[in-house]
Structure formats: C-alpha cells, structure tokens
C-alpha cells in the first residue's frame, strides 16, 4: 500500500491547505517538463494520485480508515515495510 502522506512529504494531521502546498512543491519538482529523470513521470503521477485521494474528504476518510486497519491487522507487514523505506533513506 502507497503512503499518500508520504509521497506528499506531509503528516497525516496536515490541513487541506497544507496537502495543497505540498502537492505544487513536489509536482513542480516531478513534472516531467521540469525533471528530465527516468522516474520522474512515475513520480508525478503518484504525487497527483496522492492529492486526489488527500484533497477529498470522503476519499481521504476511507483511505485514513483503511490505513488503521492494515497497522492492526498486518502489524508485521507494516513494520517490515517501514523498516525498509527507513534503511533505504539511510543508504542514501
């Protein structure tokens, strides 16, 4: 599962102003106009995808709903999951 919080940069308390902002700084840093990179369009897209989700009420609800319960119900998956993203921003 995606962390659309994550892909923004942003906390899962943020305000609807603040997932705004967010989503302009990183589809401006992603825009594959702008970035020449090979996954900058994937970027993008996830980025947008993230937004939509985030920017609507009852989309963000279900998502924010859905996300509890994958902490509960798979508690291993997800530590595995943040222990690896963790490690990789470490190597970086």
């Known amino acids: ?3 659309h919080y994550e892909k923004l940069g942003i906390s899962p308390g943020a305000t609807t102003d603040l997932i705004k902002a967010a989503y302009r700084k990183k589809a401006a840093q992603y825009h594959p106009d702008k970035n020449q990179a090979p996954d900058a ?8 995808e993230a937004y939509e989700v985030l920017s609507d009420a009852e989309r963000r609800k ?5 996300r509890q319960r994958s902490l509960i119900e798979d ?18």
Not at 75 to 90: E, G, H, M, N
């Open 1 to 3: 599962m995606q962390d």
């Open 62 to 66: 279900a998502f924010d709903d859905y």
């Open 41 to 48: 369009a994937m970027r993008f897209r996830e980025v947008q």
């Open 75 to 92: 508690p291993l998956a997800v530590a595995r999951d943040i222990s690896s993203k963790y490690i990789q921003d470490v190597l970086k």
